[in-house]
């Protein structure tokens, strides 16, 4: 009898260790989940912003011909398409979620992805300056829409 107590006392000990390890877990990942959905709802601008940036200097890069200097600009390229991405899928699951799924925002993502495809494919210097060109305008579209959801719907006091 004693031994079946002590087994069941163990057992719900367990039970709650478990459930208070799993909340506490829970707690913590929705905190930084709610940190992290800040950060990209405020952050559209700066990511944005390197992103030009390394356009720019990758416009230079494709005139000088230099192919080593390309190869390393490329690669930044690409780390920062991901991060843009990234930025952008993260935003259209907030879009979805918290306001209603916006046309708008689709036809911009969709022109960002077919103008970073663009640059990747094309191999003439000439081509990639145009699709250089094409991918800031499309970015800059795309960050003034980001602005414009923030100040029509007052996201950023709604994630704090």
Same mark, same amino acid.
């Given at each position: 009898?004693?031994?079946?107590?002590?087994?069941?006392?163990?057992?719900?000990?367990?039970?709650?260790? #478990?459930?208070?390890?799993?909340? +506490?877990? =829970?707690?913590?990942?929705? !905190?930084?989940?709610?940190?992290? @959905?800040?950060?990209?709802?405020?952050?559209?601008?700066?990511?944005? +912003?390197?992103?030009? =940036?390394?356009? =720019?200097?990758?416009?230079?890069?494709? !005139?000088? !011909?230099?192919?080593?200097?390309?190869?390393?600009?490329?690669?930044?390229?690409?780390?920062?398409?991901? $991060?843009?991405?990234?930025?952008?899928?993260?935003?259209?699951?907030?879009?979805? @979620?918290?306001?209603?799924?916006?046309?708008?925002?689709? @036809?911009?993502?969709?022109?960002?992805?077919?103008?970073?495809?663009?640059?990747?494919?094309?191999?003439?210097?000439?081509?990639?300056?145009?699709?250089?060109? $094409?991918?800031?305008?499309?970015?800059?579209?795309?960050?003034?829409?980001?602005?414009?959801?923030?100040?029509? #719907?007052?996201?950023?006091?709604?994630?704090?």
């Amino acid at each position: 009898m004693k031994r079946k107590k002590l087994l069941s006392c163990l057992l719900i000990g367990v039970l709650l260790t #478990t459930t208070i390890i799993s909340v +506490t877990w =829970a707690y913590n990942l929705k !905190q930084e989940l709610d940190s992290y @959905r800040l950060l990209v709802i405020n952050s559209p601008e700066n990511l944005i +912003t390197q992103f030009e =940036a390394i356009l =720019a200097y990758e416009e230079e890069i494709v !005139q000088n !011909q230099n192919d080593k200097e390309q190869e390393q600009m490329l690669e930044s390229h690409v780390a920062l398409t991901d $991060a843009l991405l990234l930025h952008m899928n993260t935003m259209r699951g907030i879009l979805m @979620r918290e306001i209603n799924p916006r046309e708008n925002y689709s @036809r911009l993502e969709d022109q960002i992805l077919k103008e970073m495809a663009n640059f990747r494919e094309f191999s003439s210097q000439s081509d990639k300056s145009d699709s250089i060109h $094409a991918l800031k305008n499309a970015i800059e579209e795309y960050k003034e829409y980001i602005i414009q959801i923030k100040n029509e #719907t007052g996201i950023e006091e709604e994630v704090i």
